[in-house]
């Protein structure tokens, strides 16, 4: 269960907000040696006269708004620093370069700001009461600290004038496109992603369906009829899909395509979580490696360096490519070791 608090501190509580800033936020002020002195002048020229730190981050927000236009048409800053290009030149971007300008005037004005980088909107879906959030709804915008109140969101980049959590259209076509995702959405919940927790939750469901067949067969029926018909068409499209496949698989093809061969340090490090997960350590699926790295120390604290140098040299080949015979043989040598301590735990 997730709780989320939509609604920002009153502005009120913001203007109010004093304070020192927590231990290592100094980072969020500050800024690259490359930022120009026009750029400087311009936050101080935006932000004059106006009390707290919330006036001045609404003010820049403005400016923003009403001096700057939208566009995905980029053009290249050249030698230029890019911020500079687009406060005085270009003056049209993107919301990366919206929020980006944001953060620069904000941290001259020494508002401690960070930008974020995610998802914002999607499109409420009423067959199966999800929200589709795609490609198209990643975003760039802003978070102001204020002490007492926390990281504040400001989205300097101009609106849309559309509702980020709509409905979207009421016409066919819409209706058919939500539909389609619906019928996607089951197809991965039901054949991609099925396990035996999905198994068990089915088969509770359709028990108390068939629980209630001796004295409320037609109720149930109506009740569930809107699953059903997913179901049902998510079977037929499974079908379609299986058949078409099968077909492409025995068309002829002038090449096969071979996935990526793993690098040898890929193999060992696979070997090294393996090994560790049968002491007992539950890895996510999720967990980068790193992550595993880290969960693991306590477990094997005595190879918890070698297996972190592991790890770094695991992202240089599989990530970065890099085929080096002596990193290699110290990957040998790392998961050796790791394989001794683990070896030498009490069974």
Same mark, same amino acid.
């Given at each position: 269960?997730?709780?989320?608090? @939509?609604?920002?501190?009153?502005?009120?509580? @913001?203007?109010?907000?004093?304070?020192?800033?927590?231990?290592?936020?100094?980072?969020? &002020?500050?800024?690259?040696?490359?930022?120009?002195?026009?750029?400087?002048?311009?936050?101080?020229?935006? +932000?004059?006269?106006?009390?707290?730190?919330?006036?001045?981050?609404?003010?820049?927000?403005?400016?923003?708004?009403?001096?700057?236009?939208?566009?995905?048409? &980029?053009?290249?800053?050249?030698?230029?620093?890019?911020?500079?290009?687009?406060?005085?030149?270009?003056?049209?971007?993107?919301?990366?370069?919206?929020?980006?300008?944001?953060?620069?005037?904000?941290?001259?004005?020494?508002?401690?700001?960070?930008?974020?980088?995610?998802?914002?909107?999607?499109?409420?879906?009423?067959?199966?009461?999800?929200?589709?959030?795609?490609?198209?709804?990643?975003?760039?915008? %802003?978070?102001?600290?204020?002490?007492?109140?926390?990281?504040?969101?400001? %989205?300097?980049?101009?609106?849309?004038?559309?509702?980020?959590?709509?409905?979207?259209?009421?016409?066919?076509?819409?209706?058919?496109?939500?539909?389609?995702?619906? @019928?996607?959405?089951?197809?991965?919940?039901?054949?991609?992603?099925?396990?035996?927790?999905?198994? &068990?939750?089915?088969?509770? %469901?359709?028990?108390?369906?068939?629980?209630?067949?001796?004295?409320?067969?037609?109720?149930?029926?109506?009740?569930?009829?809107?699953?059903?018909?997913?179901?049902?068409?998510?079977?037929?499209?499974?079908?379609?899909?299986?058949?078409?496949?099968?077909?492409?698989?025995?068309?002829? +093809?002038?090449?096969?395509?071979?996935?990526?061969?793993?690098?040898?340090?890929?193999?060992?490090?696979?070997?090294?979580?393996?090994?560790?997960?049968? +002491?007992?350590?539950?890895?996510?699926?999720?967990?980068?490696?790193?992550?595993?790295?880290?969960?693991?120390?306590?477990?094997?604290?005595?190879?918890?360096?070698?297996?972190?140098?592991?790890?770094?040299?695991?992202?240089?080949?599989?990530?970065?490519?890099?085929?080096?015979?002596?990193?290699?043989?110290?990957?040998?040598?790392?998961?050796?070791?790791?394989?001794?301590?683990?070896?030498?735990?009490?069974?």
């Amino acid at each position: 269960t997730v709780w989320s608090r @939509l609604r920002a501190p009153a502005p009120d509580v @913001l203007r109010a907000a004093r304070g020192p800033l927590p231990r290592g936020y100094e980072d969020y &002020l500050q800024l690259p040696d490359e930022i120009t002195a026009r750029t400087y002048e311009l936050a101080a020229k935006i +932000t004059a006269g106006y009390p707290t730190q919330y006036d001045k981050a609404l003010a820049i927000e403005r400016w923003l708004d009403q001096n700057l236009t939208y566009t995905l048409e &980029l053009k290249e800053p050249g030698g230029r620093e890019p911020i500079d290009f687009f406060l005085f030149d270009r003056k049209q971007g993107h919301c990366e370069y919206f929020a980006s300008a944001f953060a620069i005037l904000a941290r001259a004005a020494h508002i401690p700001t960070r930008q974020v980088n995610g998802f914002l909107g999607g499109e409420w879906n009423e067959y199966q009461s999800y929200v589709a959030v795609r490609a198209g709804d990643a975003h760039s915008w %802003d978070e102001v600290y204020f002490p007492g109140a926390g990281w504040v969101t400001f %989205d300097p980049t101009p609106p849309d004038r559309h509702d980020p959590l709509g409905r979207g259209g009421d016409g066919i076509a819409a209706r058919m496109s939500r539909l389609v995702d619906t @019928l996607r959405f089951q197809w991965t919940k039901w054949v991609i992603e099925y396990d035996l927790v999905s198994q &068990l939750s089915l088969f509770k %469901d359709l028990g108390g369906v068939l629980r209630g067949a001796a004295g409320g067969m037609r109720d149930a029926i109506v009740d569930h009829w809107g699953t059903a018909a997913i179901a049902a068409a998510a079977i037929a499209a499974a079908v379609a899909l299986r058949r078409r496949r099968r077909a492409t698989a025995m068309a002829p +093809t002038r090449a096969t395509a071979r996935p990526r061969a793993r690098s040898p340090i890929g193999r060992l490090y696979d070997q090294t979580v393996r090994r560790i997960a049968k +002491t007992g350590m539950a890895i996510e699926a999720a967990a980068t490696p790193r992550e595993v790295a880290e969960r693991a120390a306590g477990k094997i604290s005595a190879a918890a360096p070698e297996l972190r140098e592991l790890v770094e040299l695991y992202y240089a080949a599989e990530w970065g490519r890099r085929s080096d015979a002596e990193a290699e043989r110290r990957a040998e040598e790392l998961a050796a070791a790791i394989r001794r301590v683990i070896e030498a735990l009490p069974r």
